[in-house]
Antibody, heavy 117, light 109 residues
């Protein structure tokens, strides 16, 4: 059974870069097509940020414009999220998830990230 | 961007009752591209329904989904104490933006 675990700093300074990693266990990232990042903040509910295929193809939420980068490291069986120029509005719980048939069928437990100086 | 509107915002029911939750889309999402999730406090969302009506692995058959086009429904036939949570719908019809509804909180009456 595939399991996911997010990791990264819980505190990021304004204008800095938020960097998170999602470790995949119980299965190979190569054997499952797409992987997503989603966040949840009190003000905006659940927000889909983007997804990556094990081949490296990506899709991103247009509202985040060029601030989001999602990458995959097949050798480490993990994928990552980078969000630049963060503000307080980026404070949220960040989740990684495995995509199924037009759904996210496995989620990590989530990692809270606060943007503050 | 497809906007999903869930209603009601809060639903107060008793164990054993039937719950009906609605998700309405601003434009058609077909019948394949709609999922439902359950979220309990301090936990990640859990997939309940995909393809509008297919139950995810391990989901009890008291949960059912229906609908197509712009109107979708999640029904819980007989509420168990562990069913009281927040429920979200999500559409996968409009890449690259897979939007969520704002959620329905199901609380114990």
């Amino acid at each position: 059974q595939v399991q996911l675990q997010e990791s990264g700093p819980g505190l990021v300074e304004p204008s800095g870069t938020l960097s998170l990693t999602c470790a995949v266990s119980g299965g190979s990232i190569r054997n499952n097509g797409w992987w997503s990042w989603i966040r949840q903040s009190p003000g905006k509910g659940l927000e889909w940020l983007g997804e990556i295929h094990h081949s490296g193809s990506t899709n991103h939420n247009p509202s985040l414009k060029s601030r989001v980068t999602i990458s995959v490291d097949k050798s480490k069986n993990q994928f990552s999220l980078k969000l630049t120029s963060v503000t307080a509005a980026d404070t949220a719980v960040y989740y990684c998830a495995k995509n199924g048939a037009y759904c996210s069928n496995i989620w990590g437990p989530g990692i809270p990230v606060t943007v503050s100086s | 961007e497809i906007v999903l509107t869930q209603s009601p915002g809060t639903l107060s029911l008793s164990p054993g009752e039937r719950a009906t939750l609605s998700c309405r889309a601003s434009q058609s999402v077909g019948s394949t591209y709609l999922a439902w999730y359950q979220q309990k406090p301090g936990q990640a969302p859990r997939l309940l329904i995909y393809g509008a009506s297919s139950r995810a692995t391990g989901i009890p058959d008291r949960f059912s989904g229906s609908g197509s086009g712009t109107d979708f429904t999640l029904t819980i036939s007989r509420l168990e104490p562990e069913d009281f949570a927040v429920y979200y719908c999500q559409q996968w019809s409009s890449p690259p933006l897979y939007t969520f509804g704002q959620g329905t909180k199901l609380e114990i009456k």
